[in-house]
């Protein structure tokens, strides 16, 4: 899932600043399973946004909603509906949402309520941790299942380098170093040798090389256009 | 025989070769470089010159490498993937051999996390064997993008690092397999210390058949100092230091000259090794000590001239080359005349020899351990952050509870609970303060005795109907009080005695009894007869009635490294005779005042004060280790930088005494740590008055391998009036949460350095006058209340300063325990 973080209440605070009436929207999507940006979330942000406001002495009005998912426009179809009474909107998605408001309404005042951090899992209650950079060039068939791009800071592919030790990274030894397990399940599965052959430098254009990136599939759009 | 450069041609000759490694400095003085340059002209076959080692900003790589060409030194540029992409990586590369540079060693590079620009975006496009790779296609006449080279093509002599002592181990020689596949044509392994280990790397290389294939030169580095040593075991991933090494180091009346020696050894040792064709000396910011080394091994004179051509740039500039000349000659004089301001230059240029020792190539650079300068930064700015963030995150985390509640009402109980304790137990605290001040003033008045043999169960405690009475006595003694400061030790306290149990009879037990669950470790502070411990209890300060409060609190008396300068004249009448002498100052606290440990505040080595050297905080350590046998604590400047320096050095004198050495901060801890490591002495970890800092800095210490019976917490704390307040709080949450919430991180014993606090306060120095009550007095009452606030926070061990504050602090834990 997309991760990401409640933005500090003063940034929020900040961006809000000029306006009475706001809408906290929320997103059921990614940002409702990391608890940043659901239900729950929205009516918290929004009573804190209003005490705060009180205590400033300038009250705020809130309106609250959840959608179903904000990277959609489809579900941001009764967005201005909501938006009726409120100057702004202040939208708990991941940035894909806050974004695509934007896109789709020039006239909606729209502030990112979280930061948006990476892909990653929910390895237990309270931990999320990136497993993936999107990098679009997946070549974790080569390496076990385990991605050197998103899970080594140096994002080695001829690795481990000289600061693995007792298969801990050196950047950060609460993190395994992703080589030495990589190297662990190719060598428990015979297939070490793989890691003979020297890995050819990376083809970044998939990455940031002709952002921002964009996935098409003409037969849905023809299928569209018929049923349409 | 076609050779690029000299050190190929010593290497292909057969001949042992010698490099060595070259830190370019943090500015843009080329008369450095010049310098170090000709300190190892003669002595090595080539000059590694490092690319922003450690990622900290220097002098470039390639520009150094000219100097050095220029210099008649040929240079071996090393170059990293970690700050240029695979095009800025080709630029350079065609302009350093256009320019003459013939060697090139391939790096993956340090992490920017460690040097002084954490802030910057990592490149690592490529890592340190593609570029290998990209420097066999210049060969073959093509880029990296398999576009051909039209023209002249770089054919350098390439190399790469291998480190035989990082995990895995048996896929090390693998690896050092793909560089040599990828292009490698020289070896320079990280720092050999475990000979045998190394060796068995040798083997595993030549059964992969490639000592045909490479010229492995082992890597050297001469330790410097114990204190450098254990540092490389404790922090320096796939860096193996045996203890053997630690112990002669430790054991050397000269380390330098012991280092030298080891040096020297190794390089013995590794000579025999089959397939070792050279050494690789890493000692930078001690590049003195290369020729040195090389003479005693035996390797001096070097088999051959080098023939160099300098560079294309100075060729044009020919004119000017008079001009540049005449320095150089008198630069040469000041090297022979006077060797140790060379050395003091060096070693000022970069204060923290461990690392700078230790920097080097990239991969044997595991070595890195991280810039202080960086970390101190770093600190710098988060710590402004965060004061930001502070007021704001407490109110919002409070806001947010409440609004959980009251919503949701999903909140456990169990967490409702500790909410609920936090709000009731500064009131109990307030109310205990108040009597405490109360029965203070009192105690000028009415002599008792001091119930120093309190059974667990009693609790001090005054009917509330005497209350009035003690009030009425305040205002009347007023007056009497200024002249009492003599009287303090031998008043005691007035009052009744009872204990809870029959105070709160006919409620049940668990109304007003909540046991913890936690407990706080004990440290040891010292050794020997008058060793003690702090820490240890299971109850909140003074709750006798719930269970074992553990050890006594203690207090510490402090002194200067140096004459006392902001003192007022009600403080310093006490030691003024002393104060020539800190041996005798010590010594005086001890006898005459009974202190029970000695604070050593080094003052006088702050950067921004007097900023006196190491030797003289040593000298003072060694004169107050030598006066008195109580505990020691040695408390530094509070510059982290200066401290690692100072303390470093001070805990190779008190280290045989267990005196606990202090304060590290997150921008020290890992150096400090690991000198408390290795003297095994107890730390004060001192924390800007937040919770999460002060957990973070005992799980770092721990990470370091600091244990938690090890640390003393410093919470920094405030003088009457001046934030006591916020440290309490701070305080009381650390103790509720290492109690109540299990939080094992903070269940180390707090220390307290409150003399320093109050006697700086504005009010301590104000005269007498009717208004404000007498002057000494004054003091006293401000730092014996400070100390038993903070006691009543959960503090156990004190720095104090006053003899009568003392007094009257320790009548007051007496009889509130």
């Known amino acids: ?228 | 025989m076609e050779t690029r450069s000299h050190l190929e041609k010593i290497l292909k000759k057969g001949h042992f070769a010698v490099t060595c490694e070259m830190g370019p400095p943090k500015n843009a003085d080329i008369e450095i470089l010049k310098k170090k340059t000709k300190i190892l002209k003669g002595y090595v076959d080539a000059v590694n010159i490092t690319d922003c080692q450690t990622a900290v900003v220097r002098f470039s790589s390639f520009a150094s490498a000219i100097i050095a060409l220029s210099e008649g030194l040929e240079p071996v540029m090393q170059m990293t993937c970690r700050d240029r992409n695979r095009i800025g990586i080709q630029a350079d590369l065609l302009g350093a051999w256009g320019l003459g540079i013939r060697n090139l060693l391939c790096l993956t590079g340090d992490h920017p996390k460690f040097g002084n620009h954490p802030q910057a975006k990592p490149v690592f496009d490529l890592d340190s064997i593609q570029l290998l790779s990209l420097v066999k296609g210049f060969k073959e006449g093509r880029f990296i993008n398999g576009e051909e080279i039209k023209g002249e093509k770089p054919n350098f002599f390439a190399g790469a690092a291998a480190n035989p002592f990082a995990d895995p181990f048996e896929f090390r020689v693998k690896r050092l397999a793909k560089k040599v596949r990828a292009g490698a044509e020289f070896i320079q392994t990280q720092i050999v210390y475990d000979v045998e280990r190394f060796k068995r790397f040798m083997e595993l290389a030549e059964e992969e058949g490639l000592l045909d294939k490479v010229y492995i030169l082992a890597g050297i580095t001469p330790p410097k100092s114990f204190g450098m040593v254990r540092y490389m075991k404790y922090n320096v991933p796939g860096l193996m230091v045996p203890d053997e090494l630690l112990k002669r180091m430790k054991e050397a009346k000269d380390p330098k000259e012991e280092g030298i020696n080891i040096a020297v050894e190794i390089i013995q040792q590794v000579k025999e090794i089959p397939g070792v064709k050279g050494v690789h000396i890493m000692a930078i910011e001690w590049e003195e000590a290369v020729p040195e080394i090389v003479k005693r091994a035996g390797l001096h004179p070097r088999p051959m001239e080098p023939e160099i051509q300098p560079p294309f740039v100075v060729e044009k500039v020919v004119e000017v080359e008079k001009i540049v000349e005449k320095p150089v000659e008198k630069i040469v004089e000041k090297v022979i005349e006077k060797p140790v301001e060379v050395i003091v230059e060096k070693i000022v240029e970069k204060p923290i020899e461990v690392e700078k020792g230790l920097e080097g190539e990239e991969e044997m650079d595991k070595i890195k351990g991280v810039s202080i300068e960086f970390l101190i930064e770093m600190i710098t700015n988060l710590k402004a952050g965060l004061k930001n963030l502070q007021s704001g995150m407490e109110h919002i985390e409070e806001t947010l509870a409440e609004i959980e509640k009251q919503l949701l009402g999903r909140k456990p109980k169990k967490i409702e609970k500790v909410f609920r304790k936090i709000e009731e137990i500064p009131e109990k605290k307030v109310e205990k303060i108040a009597k405490e001040e109360r029965k203070e003033k009192e105690i000028k008045e009415i002599k008792t005795e001091v119930k120093v043999e309190a059974k667990p169960e009693i609790k001090p405690e005054i009917k509330v109907e005497e209350k009035p009475k003690e009030e009425k006595e305040i205002r009347k003694p007023k007056k009497e009080i200024k002249e009492k400061v003599e009287d303090i030790g031998k008043t005691g306290f007035k009052g009744t005695y009872r204990d809870l149990k029959t105070r709160a009879e006919g409620l049940s037990e668990d109304l007003y009894i909540d046991k913890s669950s936690g407990k706080i470790v004990e440290v040891e502070i010292g050794k020997g007869e008058k060793a003690f411990k702090v820490g240890g209890t299971e109850v909140l300060p003074f709750y006798s009635f719930e269970g074992n409060t553990g050890q006594p609190l203690k207090i510490a008396m402090e002194i200067l490294d140096i004459v006392p300068e902001d003192w007022p004249e009600t403080l310093t009448k006490y030691f003024s005779d002393v104060f020539h002498d800190p041996g005798l100052w010590a010594k005086k606290c001890v006898e005459e005042y009974k202190a029970e440990a000695i604070g050593v505040y080094l003052i006088g080595t702050d950067p921004n004060f007097k900023n006196l050297d190491v030797k003289h905080a040593v000298e003072v350590v060694k004169k107050v280790k030598e006066a008195v046998d109580v505990p020691l604590i040695i408390w530094g400047s509070g510059n982290a930088e200066k401290d690692v320096e100072v303390l470093r050095e001070v805990a190779e004198v008190i280290g045989d005494r267990g005196s606990v050495i202090g304060p590290i901060v997150e921008a020290n801890h890992r150096t400090l740590g690991a000198t408390a490591i290795g003297y095994d002495l107890p730390v004060v970890a001192s924390s800007p008055i937040d919770v999460n800092l002060a957990k973070q800095l005992n799980i770092l210490l721990e990470n370091v391998g600091v244990n938690l019976d090890k640390i003393l917490m410093d919470p920094s704390v405030g003088a009457l009036g001046y934030g006591i307040e916020y440290t309490y709080s701070v305080m009381e949450r650390i103790r509720i949460a290492a109690l109540y919430a299990q939080d094992i991180k903070l269940q180390a014993p707090f220390i307290c350095n409150v003399g320093r606090e109050v006697w700086k306060t504005k009010e301590v120095g104000l005269p007498t006058d009717d208004l404000w009550g007498e002057a000494e007095m004054r003091g006293i009452m401000m730092e014996a209340i400070t100390t038993v606030c903070l006691a009543l926070a959960g503090g156990e061990i004190f720095i104090m300063r006053h003899p009568k504050a003392i007094e009257l602090a320790k009548i007051l834990f007496n009889s509130l325990s």
């Not at chain 1, 959608?67 to 202040?90: F, G, H, S, T, W």
């Not at chain 1, 600061?163 to 950047?171: A, R, Y």
């Open chain 1, 1 to 228: 899932m997309i991760v990401a973080e409640r933005r500090h209440l003063s940034e929020i605070l900040k961006n809000i600043e000029p306006y009475n009436k706001v809408l906290i929207l929320g997103c059921r999507g990614c940002v409702a399973i990391c608890s940043t940006g659901g239900d729950r979330e929205v009516e918290i942000i929004a009573t804190a946004l209003r005490i705060a406001r009180k205590r400033q002495g300038k009250p705020l009005i809130t309106y609250e909603a959840t959608l179903i998912r904000q990277c959609d426009p489809e579900y941001l179809a009764n967005l201005p509906e909501l938006m009726k009474d409120a100057e702004a909107v202040v939208s708990l998605a991941c940035g894909v949402g806050v974004n695509l408001i934007a896109d789709l309404y020039p006239d909606i005042r729209v502030y990112p309520g979280v930061d948006t951090l990476f892909f990653g899992a929910n390895t237990q209650l309270g931990v999320w941790q990136e497993k993936c950079r999107g990098c679009g060039d997946c070549i974790i068939d080569l390496t076990a299942g385990l991605c050197p791009i998103a899970r080594c800071p140096k994002n080695l592919l001829n690795g481990p380098c000289g600061g693995s030790q007792n298969g801990k990274c050196e950047i950060n030894p609460e993190n395994p170093c992703i080589w030495h397990l990589i190297i662990e399940r190719l060598t428990a599965r015979g297939e070490l040798d793989k890691l003979n052959e020297i890995w050819e430098p990376k083809d970044w254009r998939t990455y940031l090389g002709e952002s921002p990136r964009k996935r098409i599939r003409e037969d849905l759009i023809k299928n569209n256009k018929r049923e349409g």
